[in-house]
C-alpha cells in the first residue's frame, strides 16, 4: 500500500541519524540501496518521500560516502524531475 510505503521512507529520514550515531553505517547503505531501487514508485506523494529519506541518508553519510554513489543517483532522478 502506498500509505505504507510514503510512512516507511518518512520514517528512514527521521531514524537515519540515530543510526549513524550509533555506528550503524552498514545499515543506513543499506537503506540508501533500498530507497535507490524504489525510485520508480508510482504515487508523488511516496516518491517525495523516498527523495526526502535519500536526503536525509545524504547528509548524515556525505556525497562522497553514499551508496549508490551519487553519480548513479543523477541519472535516475533526471526523467522523474522533467516528468513533474
Known sequence: ???????AADLI???V????SCGETKHVDHLGQVLFESLEEEYPEVL?????ALKAIVNVVGMNRMR????DLLPQLTPILQNR
Open 1 to 7: 500500500e502506498a500509505n505504507v510505503r510514503m510512512q
Open 13 to 15: 529520514s527521521r531514524v
Open 17 to 20: 541519524v540515530v543510526f549513524m
Open 48 to 52: 517525495g518521500s523516498i527523495l526526502g
Open 68 to 71: 549508490p554513489p551519487i553519480k
